[in-house]
């Protein structure tokens, strides 16, 4: 089971801020997981060893890169927020499940899917908002400057899990809580007025 050590705060922070991530660019932070794995920076548990090799970091190499590009391709970086929604709620759960030290595997998979994949879709969802804005605002001509930015988010933030992982997840926590309060606030209201 958990023994909440230092090490393991750490790993299970680091694996939050990968997940978060993920809701920026799917393959950015599993590009990085693998890299972190390989170096021996990520711990991985048994069963996700996959992830150190060299196979993984090719496959997710070429990824990242198609992926990139292709946000700034003008309609495909709409159609790709469809397809990447789902995407980054798989990786989220998997790059939190791969970190964390839990012996069940039911209440390993549950976690990493409500709290990683949690993560990865409140992330996601902002993202994918700000780009239908930025696509009626500007008719598409603004999205570029979204995906620079999305790009940066994704690196930045995978970068800094490995540096100080516990600001970075307390961050993405205090964003998600901070979200549902005022969406909670926002209900609440329409259902007085109605």
Known sequence: MIGMN?????AVALGIGLA???????FVPMLAASIGAHLGFLPVHEGFEWLAGWPAMICLGT?????????????????????TTPMAIGAGTLLLTSVLPIDHNLLKWTTG??????????VQSGTVLTRLASTAKTAGI???VVATGEHAAAFGSSFLSFVIP???AAFFLAGVVTLAVVFRRKLFRRRVTA
Do not use: C, K
């Open 63 to 83: 990824a990242t890169v198609l992926e990139i590009i292709a946000y700034y391709v003008p309609v495909i970086d709409n159609l790709l927020d469809t397809i």
């Open 142 to 144: 603004g999205n570029p």
């Open 20 to 26: 978060a991530s993920a809701g920026f660019r799917v």
């Open 113 to 122: 899917l409500i709290v990683g994949g949690g993560m990865a879709a409140t």
């Open 166 to 168: 516990v600001i970075v």
């Open 6 to 10: 230092t090490e393991t705060i750490t």
